[in-house]
């Protein structure tokens, strides 16, 4: 059955940089767009991207051009994000999802999530 | 940037069904989805491609595109329906996505 596992919680300070990474099992890695999409306490859903794994390339939201950078590892199905100059506003839950394309956009797998929490 | 517009909140009694709206200017041009989800899990997608419904689906949830708006039906609702619930398509190019602002959705 198609996994998403994601890594641990991560505690960060005001202008560090995080990075997350979401391991894919139980279908072919290379067949789906992998997508982040964060959650602040008590917020909505919030898209940042997605990468193809293909070939590497990604499409960043653009309220986090600049900031975020996606990559994937085929040896290992993982992809990674990377979030830069992290500020309290980027306090939020990180997930991972896959939308295969005969499901038109939509996301039919989630990662269990991983909390980032930027605090001085 | 593109915006996707729902209601902050739904309440509806056991049985009764609840209707959720989402408009977005580029609705007529891409598929709509919708998510259920539940206090300090993931989002669960419940409908796809406008009007599909994954396996495991309660036939409870139906969804219909009209224009520039989709709309979420949960005929008879049940309390374990209650939970906040966000629709997601894309822009017109198709190559940013968008969720919703999300729906309360409360089981009287």
Known sequence: QVQLVQSGAEVKKPGASVRVSCKASGYTFNSYYIHWVRQAPGQGLEWMGRIDPTSGTTTYAQTFQGRVTMTRDTSTSAVYVALSSLRS???AMYYCAISPIIMGHAFDH?????MVTVSA | SYEL????SVSVSPGQAARITC???ALPKQYACWYQQKPDQAPVLVMYKDS??????P???SASSSGTTVTLTISGVQAEDEADYYCQS??????YQVFGTGTKVTVL
Request: net charge negative.
């Open chain 1, 89 to 91: 506003e980027d306090t």
């Open chain 1, 110 to 114: 989630w990662g269990q999530g991983t």
């Open chain 2, 5 to 8: 517009t729902q209601p902050p």
């Open chain 2, 23 to 25: 408009s977005g200017d």
């Open chain 2, 52 to 57: 599909e419904r994954p396996s495991g689906i």
């Open chain 2, 59 to 61: 036939e409870r949830f």
């Open chain 2, 90 to 95: 894309a822009d017109n190019s198709g190559t």
